[in-house]
């Protein structure tokens, strides 16, 4: 079993829509939790952190925690063509990030 | 520019030759960590640094692999006799605290 698993996608919505990523973690030791885009060929960018149980809302962007259920989503609200992009989510169970392998989102105009 | 650079953006070598790559972490930032990503996969972590000191490496950090971080400032990377599958991203991060923010990276391709 993987440490964080994602649906690899494509997850394609049509813009203004509402984006799902979902992601699950195995080390229930696991503290801080990450989401982070990458466009293609570019380097991971921070978008989200979450610590506690429940939402977080940063703009368009919200990210849920459950570490009961060892669960982590993110919700991209009104979808833009140039959210297109792999999200990663990335959890640490030890001082390094652990990343899943991505979740590939395709924003249809 | 305050972000986190790497130089070269781009490497290409020789199967047996070595290569070193060097980060610049944010400059209050005392953590800076490496890692690498292959096509379709997220990042790997291969090692860490507080200040100068090497807290820790992954298993994935084989012995053609030495990192360094002197005076706890910059940070190289260098890779001895090169194999076709260190083909690959580099990425290094840094923080202050928890929160890592990554340089472009740098595309290795051996030949």
């Known amino acids: 079993q993987k440490e964080v698993e994602q649906n690899s996608g494509p997850l394609s919505v049509p813009e203004g829509a509402i984006a799902s990523l979902n992601c699950t973690y195995s080390d229930r030791g696991s503290q801080s939790f990450f989401w982070y885009r990458q466009y293609s060929g570019k380097s991971p960018e921070l978008i989200m952190s979450i610590y506690s149980n429940g939402d977080k809302e940063d703009g368009r962007f919200t990210a849920q925690l459950n570490k009961a259920s060892q669960y982590v989503s993110l919700l991209i609200r009104d979808s833009q063509p140039s959210d297109s992009a792999t999200y990663l989510c990335a959890v640490t169970p030890r001082e390094a990030l652990t990343f899943g392998s991505g979740t590939r989102l395709q924003v249809q105009p | 520019d305050t972000g986190v650079s790497q130089d070269p953006r781009h490497k290409i070598t020789k199967r047996g030759q070595n290569v070193t790559f060097r980060c610049d972490p944010i400059s209050e930032h005392n953590r800076l960590y490496w890692y690498r990503q292959t096509l379709g996969q997220g990042p790997e972590f291969l090692t860490y640094f507080q200040n100068e000191a090497q807290l820790e490496k992954s298993r994935l950090l084989s012995d053609r692999f030495s990192a360094e971080r002197p005076k706890g400032s910059f940070s190289t990377l260098e890779i001895q006799r090169t194999e076709q599958g260190d083909s690959a991203m580099y990425l290094c991060?840094?923080?202050?605290?928890?929160?890592?923010?990554f340089g472009p990276g740098t595309r290795l391709t051996v030949t």
């Open positions: 991060a840094s923080s202050e605290r928890d929160l890592q923010y």
